[in-house]
């Protein structure tokens, strides 16, 4: 990358993460703070340059706001950064979240889809349902957001909704408020033979990739939830994860906990040391295997719509949340 | 996996690593040789069990023969092997060609398709064309099996055809018999524009996953050939390899040679310690790009067929391949 489009670059990422329109004065400022050596003469020029190529909107006294593209944009651009992301990204939203199971209130990690109402048919809110009853999601609730509204940078189209699925990093952020570090290893494709977990059949480290595994399984139509909720023989998202040994009794609490709630993830933990479907985990550490969070929307790409998912999304307040039953509902309310 | 578990693979594994088939007092010797402890009558009962499960065939006196359900069930088994096992299986192809380009003569390693003839349109055809013409596929060769032949374990269906492309591990090979090590670090998204690739826009590191980056890039519906041929603005499959420092003049020229044979694959060399699109490289090394050698193939998923590719399928016979433009010559004269 050469240093013009470093800095084209860091002018996007200063407007992405701001969440109002920003002066070329302001940009300045962020930019020099942030070390890097740029003059407001120069950051104007570059951002009429940006507005050519769509990237930003100029909305005049008010400063610039960054396009959808431009979203993406800045978002594409940041590979570097994110060789090595998935695990990063994890430990990032784990830190950031803030959700109390206490008294259930703060902040979960979300994943967002986008689909078109019609194409929610009756029996693909059937066959979700069923992957939400059988326990192949994480917990009972879900999130719904209206056509036009945005979530986390994310505008959702007109003709669409967005649905929301809580992700499972909801435990890691849990976890970590009660002094739990978890090492998420990777993420897997579980086989369900007779409803049971018998062994990953394909695995991608968390700490080697850019996309998440699980986003990975479904859009290119290896999972298989219809098989695992209709006759009980399918393949499942799952991630592997690793707590230290002394803190089992504190993880079994928590996810007990997130259970009742309606969050409940854990799907096994293993004794210390014990490996699980194979998988070795060292003696001062406990393996555990985790339900993902995405899986409910694989019934979609599974009946041959392809739909837009993106994991770890970002935060939703515990309050917008309802359980999976009432989707039908939902829907309806919003038109 | 418990021992009854592990055994049985055990089984399949010989059986699947045999070329005809075997009785089981041969299955016996070849498993004790490998430090299983097992008894001949042991091995018998578990056969009968295999071939209730339909995954071996009783020939009689000729012995026992894997079936197609039972060498899939032996790879999927396979799986905590595989965690790492890309690099593994790469470094393994790499070792097992033959090839060798100053006669031409000897095994490529080769990635298979599987497609309907029906499927295989004229718009389809041109388009596949295009992506070899314009550089984007490793080489200007091709492969193709008729409906019933075998490919390394593999029988075409008979309702469909095999189509072979080159696997980029090829050059691998080759600089491995001229006494190049070359390390595979990752399968990425190469974004271009106007033809000329920009960045890394995802990434998959080879050590960290047990499917082929390419194959998922492909199958999610993530890579963008139409756009890349049509217009010079689209998304393909690289690789990024590298060499010792040292090597390069080697590399150069054997890449060079290759292309001349039609099994070019080499899209950027860089120099020592040369960051490539951003990508740092140690200094005693030079880093690659690499054409993925399943890039066409694309075509199809973009077009709405959905295909089962499975790259680094096995070895082929140098001879056995012809070039992209007389593939609808050839597929005329199956069928």
């Known amino acids: 990358m050469d240093k013009r489009e470093k800095k084209r670059l860091a002018i996007l990422d200063v407007l992405s993460a701001s969440e109002r329109p920003l002066g070329s004065s302001r940009i300045t400022d962020i930019l020099v703070a942030q070390g890097v050596e740029i003059s407001e003469r120069t950051v104007r020029h570059y951002l009429l340059e940006l507005d050519d190529h769509g990237l930003t909107?100029?909305?005049?006294?008010?400063?610039?706001?960054?396009?959808?593209?431009?979203?993406?944009?800045?978002?594409?651009?940041?590979?570097?950064?994110?060789?090595?992301?998935?695990?990063?990204?994890?430990?990032?939203?784990a830190y950031r979240m803030d959700f109390d199971p206490a008294t259930c209130s703060g902040h979960v990690v979300l994943n967002l889809s986008l689909v078109k109402p019609s194409d929610i048919t009756r029996e693909r809110l059937r066959l979700i349902g069923k992957v939400f009853s059988k326990g192949y999601a994480m917990g009972k609730l879900m999130a719904l957001f209206e056509p036009g509204e945005t979530f986390c940078g994310t505008v959702v189209p007109d003709d669409m909704v967005g649905i929301g699925t809580?992700?499972?990093?909801?435990?890691?952020?849990?976890?970590?408020?009660?002094?739990?570090?978890?090492?998420?290893?990777?993420?897997?494709?579980l086989e369900l033979q007779n409803s049971h977990p018998t062994r990953f059949v394909e695995v991608i480290n968390y700490d080697g990739t850019t996309i998440d595994p699980l986003e990975v399984f479904i859009r290119s139509g290896m999972a298989n939830y219809i098989g695992a909720v209709i006759s009980g023989n399918g393949r499942i998202g799952a991630s592997f994860r690793e707590f230290p040994a002394e803190s089992i009794e504190t993880v079994r609490a928590v996810a007990a906990r997130l259970e009742a709630i309606g969050l409940g993830s854990l799907m096994f933990l293993g004794n210390p040391g014990q490996s699980i479907h194979g998988v070795p985990v060292g003696p001062q550490r406990a393996g555990a295997v985790i339900i993902g969070g995405l899986n409910p929307m694989s019934i979609f790409e599974e009946t041959g719509l392809r739909v837009l998912s993106r994991a770890l999304s970002g935060l939703v307040d515990f309050r917008r949340l309802?359980?999976?039953?009432?989707?039908?509902?939902?829907?309806?309310?919003?038109?």
Not at 70 to 88: H, N, P, Q, T, Y
């Open 322 to 335: 309802f359980h999976y039953s009432e989707f039908r509902e939902q829907l309806a309310s919003i038109g």
């Open 166 to 189: 809580v992700c499972s990093i909801t435990l890691n952020g849990v976890l970590l408020k009660h002094g739990v570090p978890t090492v998420s290893r990777f993420g897997g494709l």
């Open 57 to 93: 909107e100029n909305l005049g006294r008010r400063g610039r706001r960054i396009t959808d593209d431009g979203m993406r944009e800045a978002d594409d651009s940041r590979v570097l950064e994110r060789i090595g992301f998935l695990s990063g990204k994890i430990d990032t939203m």
